[in-house]
């Protein structure tokens, strides 16, 4: 039986201007820069790529890099829809990123001895202009059970793009 | 009354010097199960990683690949001590990578194999995370194929950060 643990500071969102009165109640969001690896594309969030885009359609980006200890990799999940369309463009990055957990999840199954111990850190960086909040706490928890839960909670929020950076490190042996 | 004193001891550690062997075993125990060997088997084999074109099965059921860091990729305490080369043949199993090294320097100076150690180690850690994201990243690709009614333009690239980028247009 594998353990999974999430410590209550694993999972967070930066947002880049002081907190509304609602964050600062919401408890995950911080003032800032995500820290860690910058593994944003910054090609796809170009206008000319996302001109001709119609509706619910985006581009995304998938990047994995390996970490320093052993056992440790970054995975982030990018999602750029039409311009100007904020909520959705936001709305396809949560599905991406509650869907890219639960393969993410699958992947660590195929790999990972059964009793592994897994940590995940998890950080968003949303969108500037869409007020729906990630759903970090659920994906933190689909990759660790594999339970997908839509959220509909919003917010305001605030950044430049819409990605997030799941972190995996496994344990390593004593 | 009384006097403390304190003692360490301080083990001997071997000096090496300008030619250097060895072999050191790392646990993957915690980290790669039995069918994670097989997986990582197949990522290599499927991949375009510079390692695949090495790896080679052997006898004894473990897979393996040789892999020569040299220049700006030596660890750069190891570079000012003089060591030039550094040639790793790493052995994956489900339990352990062993490892065996060949280290050139080009400086008589001597050089602690402590040092050597913990730099090889790196080295080796960095390698078995590599074959980790290439597993993970080449399992995501495929999950991305079926991910959406029209799933368009899936393609991956590898960025000069060893990053794996799967990039894709998709319609929902």
Redesign the interface.
């Known amino acids: 039986m594998s353990t999974f643990k999430i410590p209550d500071e694993a999972v967070r969102i930066y947002v880049d201007r002081p907190l509304t009165p609602e964050e600062k109640v919401d408890g995950k969001f911080v003032q800032g820069t995500a820290p860690g690896p910058d593994l944003v594309n910054p090609e796809i969030v170009e206008h000319e790529h996302r001109r001709d885009l119609d509706t619910g359609e985006g581009i995304i980006c998938i990047a994995v890099r390996p970490g320093e200890t052993l056992g440790e990799l970054y995975v982030n999940v990018q999602f750029e829809g039409q311009i100007g369309k904020y909520e959705d463009c936001m709305a396809g990055h949560n599905r991406l990123l509650l869907q890219a957990s639960d393969w993410l999840r699958g992947a660590l199954e195929q790999l990972l001895p059964q009793d592994a111990t897994v940590d995940v850190e998890l950080v968003a960086s949303p969108c500037p202009d869409a007020k729906t909040r990630p759903p970090v706490e659920n994906a933190a928890l689909t990759i660790l059970e594999g339970r997908i839960v839509y959220t509909t909670s919003t917010t305001n929020v605030s950044r430049n793009v819409n990605t997030s950076t799941l972190r995996n490190q496994q344990e390593q042996q004593p | 009354m009384s006097s403390h004193t304190r003692i360490r001891s301080r083990p001997r550690d071997p000096i090496v010097h300008t030619k250097v062997s060895g072999r050191t075993a790392?646990?993957?125990?915690?980290?790669?199960?039995?069918?994670?060997r097989t997986?990582?088997e197949e990522t290599l084999q499927k991949s375009k990683m510079p390692q695949a074109q090495k790896w080679a099965p052997r006898q004894d059921g473990q897979g393996g690949f040789t892999t020569v860091v040299q220049g700006a990729s030596l660890p750069g305490e190891l570079v000012q001590r003089g060591m030039q080369r550094l040639e790793l043949n790493i052995g994956l199993s489900a339990a352990n990578a062993f490892v065996t090294h060949n280290a050139t320097f080009s400086q008589t100076q001597p050089v602690m194999a402590k040092e050597v150690n913990a730099a090889i180690e790196?080295i080796v850690?960095?390698n078995?995370?590599?074959l980790?994201?290439?597993?993970?990243?080449a399992?995501?690709q495929q999950?991305?194929m079926n991910?959406s009614t029209q799933t368009l333009d899936v393609h991956v690239q590898q960025?000069n950060?060893?990053?794996?980028?799967?990039?894709?247009?998709?319609?929902?």
């Open positions: 790392l646990s993957l125990e915690r980290v790669l199960g039995s069918r994670g997986v990582l790196k850690v960095a078995v995370n590599e980790l994201a290439a597993a993970v990243a399992q995501l999950q991305l991910y960025t950060r060893q990053t794996t980028e799967i990039l894709a247009r998709i319609a929902q």
